[in-house]
């Protein structure tokens, strides 16, 4: 050869550098370039809450789902179904909203201020804090809604 060596280590550098081009450029795809907008809960609707609501409700790690409705005079119902369905009614406004942890599930208690001893509705049960956070709130909301006077 004249002047030039071969060296057999730079076309496997090629290789490797544009087989990790092709990886670094296929991780991007699928996933958002941006975070998805948080709505502001104390704008949203009863009917936006209700929807928040059942979107985490619905969660796949939950053990089961749970569904959510509003009747006439602010009443709350919750539909829970694991192999078999129940559900319970609250009133919401004037409730308080609690929390008990059981075995490391949290539990979001809503408490209607009806009765001396009214049983709490279960209105998710919850491995995650970021639920019952969630969940905590869009029930505040909920109830503030109910007292909040119609819009003109």
């Excluded at 004249?2 to 996933?31: E, I, K, M, N, S």
């Excluded at 179904?81 to 129940?86: S, V």
């Excluded at 208690?109 to 970021?130: C, H, I, Q, Y």
Aim: aromatic content about 4%; some cysteine.
């Amino acid at each position: 050869m004249t002047g030039q060596q071969f060296h057999p280590r730079v076309p496997a550098a090629w290789a490797l550098a544009a087989a990790l081009a092709v990886v670094l450029a296929a991780c991007g795809d699928g996933y958002p370039t941006e975070d998805e907008p948080q709505l502001d809960m104390s704008r949203m609707t009863q009917t936006q809450l209700l929807a928040a609501m059942n979107q985490l409700g619905a969660q796949r790690h939950l053990a089961a789902r749970w569904r959510y409705a509003m009747a006439p005079a602010c009443v709350l119902k919750v539909r829970v179904r694991n192999g078999e369905a129940t559900e319970k009614a609250t009133a919401l406004e004037g409730a308080t909203v609690e929390t008990r942890s059981e075995d490391k599930v949290i539990h979001i208690l809503v408490r209607t201020k009806t009765g001396p001893e009214s049983a709490p509705v279960v209105a998710l049960k919850s491995s995650k804090w970021s639920d019952s956070v969630r969940m905590q709130a869009l029930l505040a909301h909920l109830e503030r809604s109910c007292s909040a006077p119609a819009a003109a």
